[in-house]
């Protein structure tokens, strides 16, 4: 089949072109997001891969259809970018990449919380000034904290894991479904308001839905411990950016360490070091000197690159072949049917 991908880089080439011979698809790979400007350039072609900053508003999915385009292969989990009841009115499949590597954003999250604690990224930049001193670099135990899990799916499961088997700590977790597994470990459930009162670390690990939007907002960093750590590898939605500049501000947020920003799409998987950054908010968040950022990066392992490419180049042929593929995302109203 005959594949646009959107939001090339040059990783996704050599993962994505490997994948495809298998299966005899005919990949164009164009570098600008997939948006209303860009959404002409996939006409003629059947199916479409796209990427998590990619926008599939309903005018794209009408352009995409219009265009002759029935499948929209997303090379992701999240699909909080689509709108699913647009797809299905103009009969277009959307296919995701349900599990590729959950170790890949589990061992990042984790990554993240010990650089920001024991200020890992300071020090690195300080000894290559041959600055030495420790000072501004005292860090804690992780050992006997209370860390607070904020779903418990594939990744927040192996999060939860980490901190109780691996430095002993104290895990609280909240979820919709409990995991008995991670109760067998001492992983206790409890809600929402009961884990961000008791939890000297939070960490995000549930998608992005109405439910969970603004999750942290200004009443949650009120009703938090002092000098709480956040920890969201997630969806930035979850956090209301400036109600945590608040929270940074007057000291009640010890620490935060983001891979995913709401803004995003506008600066991250881009070289923008030659600009002038026109998100103040986001801006802002870099110069504490308790905030660390990376631009959605936790996925980026050359095993979840690999999963990704083959099961998005899988999902395509499924659905050529017209099977009738576990990875299809149905809206909530024919999900619900279903
Ligand atoms: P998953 O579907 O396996 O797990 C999500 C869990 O969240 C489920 O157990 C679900 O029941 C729970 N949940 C849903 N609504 C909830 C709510 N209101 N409160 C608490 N829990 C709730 O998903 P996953 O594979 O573990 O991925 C988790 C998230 O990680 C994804 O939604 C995605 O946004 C993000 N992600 C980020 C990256 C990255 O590179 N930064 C990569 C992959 C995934």
Not at 33 to 61: K, S
Request: with cysteine.
């Amino acid at each position: 089949m005959r594949v646009a991908i959107f939001s090339t880089k040059p990783y996704d080439r050599t993962f994505l072109s490997r994948a495809a011979a298998s299966h005899g698809h005919e990949l164009t790979f164009f570098e600008p997001r997939l948006d209303r400007t860009t959404a002409r350039l996939a006409e003629g072609f059947p199916a479409v891969c796209a990427f998590v900053n990619d926008t599939l508003d309903a005018e794209v999915i009408a352009t995409l259809s219009s265009g002759g385009t029935r499948i929209v292969a997303l090379r992701a989990a999240g699909f909080n970018n689509v709108a699913l009841d647009a797809a299905e009115e103009k009969g277009v499949t959307v296919l995701r990449v349900p599990a590729y590597s959950p170790h890949a954003v589990a061992e990042f999250s984790v990554g993240l919380l010990l650089a920001l604690d024991r200020r890992i990224h300071r020090a690195w930049a300080r000894v290559r000034e041959n600055n030495f001193a420790l000072e501004g670099l005292l860090g804690h135990d992780l050992h006997g904290r209370t860390v607070g899990i904020v779903g418990t799916g594939r990744i927040g499961a192996l999060v939860a894991r980490a901190y109780r088997l691996g430095f002993g700590c104290e895990v609280v977790a909240h979820d919709r479904y409990e995991v008995d597994d991670l109760k067998a470990i001492g992983v206790t459930y409890v809600d929402r308001d009961e884990l961000i009162e008791r939890s000297d670390i939070i960490s995000l690990h549930c998608p992005l839905t109405p439910e969970t939007h603004y999750l942290i907002d200004e009443a949650a960093i009120a009703r938090a411990k002092q000098g709480f750590l956040l920890i969201n590898t997630s969806r930035g939605a979850l956090i209301n950016a400036e109600a945590v500049i608040g929270g940074l501000k007057s000291g009640r947020i010890g620490g935060v360490a983001l891979d995913v920003y709401e803004q995003e799409a506008d600066l991250f998987f881009e070289d923008l070091s030659s600009e002038i950054i026109q998100d103040d908010v986001f801006q802002r968040l870099l110069t504490f000197p308790n905030v660390l950022i990376t631009g959605h990066q936790a996925f980026f392992t050359e095993e979840a690159l690999l999963a990704i490419a083959e099961t998005t180049m899988g999902n395509i042929a499924d659905e050529e072949a017209g099977k009738v593929s576990p990875n299809r995302v149905l809206s909530e109203k024919v999900a619900g049917k279903g």
